[in-house]
């Protein structure tokens, strides 16, 4: 019989690739953006370092008196607010129609729906803009068909939002259906077995079979759309460029402005924090809610 003996010294060195790469791309960069933010980081402080003073809070201070910072937020929690429902429901609709047994094509289908989400996103958007085009959109032409006369989508303040919205839950509809196709094939059979043979009908056994037994991954896909919502920046930035008259102003996209338009470097570290402070926030309440479900 082999014992194995247990080496920590050869655990670390299979590790230290790992850690030493995080290290410098994570925790390195964590590190400087946070003092970054605690000084007036400039591009006069980009030739010399030495420019750079340390200012303490005050550009959190001044985040918070930002009318525009306030809007970009707003901007991005209507963003999440209204595009994470549609999100989810949307993945989990197509994807009971991807695993009824009537559907044949479900290979197909699968492929079909998934290759927006491997595909870049700036292209999409470029696509999209073409698409939503108040003059030769072929939305606008759809539209005209039912005599309905389309908005002008990119250019109008109320409809700027829905529009990137419309692209963004569209973009990651195949991705987040074949999440839920996975969890749905999880779900053994027999227990729908016994729920017919207790009287239970469709409706029945989707409200108290598939979504209690699909419930984690359910949270898995919402949680993963808040976190990437939040971050909200490639669509706006190709479509709109946050117009018209900022309506569609993102925290990221603010923050990209200053740190590389304005070069207000220790402003935007400080709008990174408060991003990432929002989506700690915001994560840490779901995972909360999930726990309390669970337990109840």
Same mark, same amino acid.
């Not at 073409?130 to 002008?152: C, D, M, T």
């Not at 590389?260 to 990174?272: C, D, E, R, V, W």
């Not at 915001?282 to 669970?294: H, P």
């Given at each position: 019989?082999?014992?194995?003996?247990?080496?920590?010294?050869?655990?670390?060195?299979?590790?230290?690739?790992?850690?030493?790469?995080?290290?410098?791309?994570?925790?390195?960069?964590?590190?400087?953006?946070?003092?970054?933010?605690?000084?007036?980081?400039?591009?006069?402080?980009?030739?010399?370092?030495?420019?750079?003073?340390?200012?303490?809070?005050?550009?959190?201070?001044?985040?918070?008196?930002?009318?525009?910072?306030? +809007?970009?937020? +707003?901007? #991005?929690?209507?963003?999440?607010?209204?595009?994470?429902?549609?999100?989810?429901?949307?993945?989990?609709?197509?994807?009971?129609?991807?695993?009824?047994?009537?559907?044949?094509?479900?290979?197909?289908?699968?492929?079909?729906?998934?290759?927006?989400?491997?595909t870049?996103?700036?292209?999409?958007?470029?696509?999209?803009?073409?698409?939503?085009?108040?003059?030769?959109?072929?939305? +606008?032409?759809?539209?005209?068909?039912?005599?309905?006369?389309?908005?002008?989508?990119?250019?109008?303040? +109320?409809?700027?939002?829905?529009?990137?919205?419309?692209?963004?839950?569209?973009?990651?509809?195949?991705?987040?259906?074949?999440?839920?196709?996975?969890?749905?094939?999880?779900?053994?059979?027999?227990?729908?077995?016994?729920?017919?043979?207790?009287?239970?009908?469709?409706?029945?056994?989707?409200?108290?079979?598939?979504?209690?037994?699909?419930?984690?991954?359910?949270?898995?896909?919402?949680?993963? #759309?808040?976190?990437?919502y939040?971050?909200?920046?490639?669509?706006?930035? #190709?479509?709109?460029?946050?117009?018209p008259?900022?309506a569609?102003l993102?925290?990221?996209?603010?923050?990209?402005?200053?740190g590389?338009?304005?070069?207000?470097?220790?402003?935007?570290?400080?709008?990174?924090y408060?991003?990432?402070?929002?989506?700690?926030?915001?994560?840490?309440?779901?995972?909360?809610?999930?726990?309390?479900?669970?337990?109840?």
């Open positions: 019989m082999i014992v194995m003996q247990h080496n920590p010294k050869v655990a670390y060195m299979f590790l230290a690739p790992a850690l030493i790469l995080m290290a410098i791309f994570i925790v390195i960069p964590v590190v400087a953006s946070f003092v970054i933010s605690l000084t007036d980081f400039d591009i006069f402080a980009l030739a010399d370092w030495s420019n750079a003073e340390f200012i303490g809070f005050e550009n959190f201070v001044r985040l918070f008196q930002d009318e525009l910072f306030w +809007k970009a937020l +707003k901007n #991005t929690l209507y963003f999440v607010a209204v595009g994470m429902p549609l999100a989810v429901i949307l993945a989990l609709t197509l994807a009971l129609l991807l695993n009824s047994p009537l559907n044949r094509a479900k290979s197909l289908f699968r492929v079909g729906y998934y290759l927006p989400s491997i870049e996103t700036v292209a999409i958007a470029v696509v999209w803009r073409w698409v939503l085009n108040s003059r030769y959109g072929i939305l +606008k032409h759809a539209l005209e068909i039912f005599g309905i006369q389309a908005p002008n989508w990119l250019g109008d303040p +109320k409809w700027a939002m829905p529009a990137i919205i419309m692209m963004a839950v569209w973009k990651g509809l195949g991705h987040n259906a074949l999440i839920f196709l996975a969890g749905l094939q999880s779900i053994p059979s027999t227990v729908y077995e016994a729920a017919r043979i207790d009287g239970a009908n469709g409706w029945t056994q989707f409200r108290y079979v598939t979504l209690p037994l699909l419930a984690p991954t359910t949270f898995f896909v919402g949680i993963m #759309t808040l976190i990437g939040l971050q909200l920046f490639a669509e706006p930035y #190709t479509m709109t460029d946050g117009g008259l900022d569609t993102s925290i990221v996209l603010y923050m990209y402005r200053h590389f338009k304005f070069f207000n470097l220790g402003y935007a570290s400080a709008m990174a408060v991003l990432f402070a929002l989506i700690f926030i915001a994560t840490l309440l779901a995972m909360k809610s999930r726990s309390e479900e669970v337990s109840y």
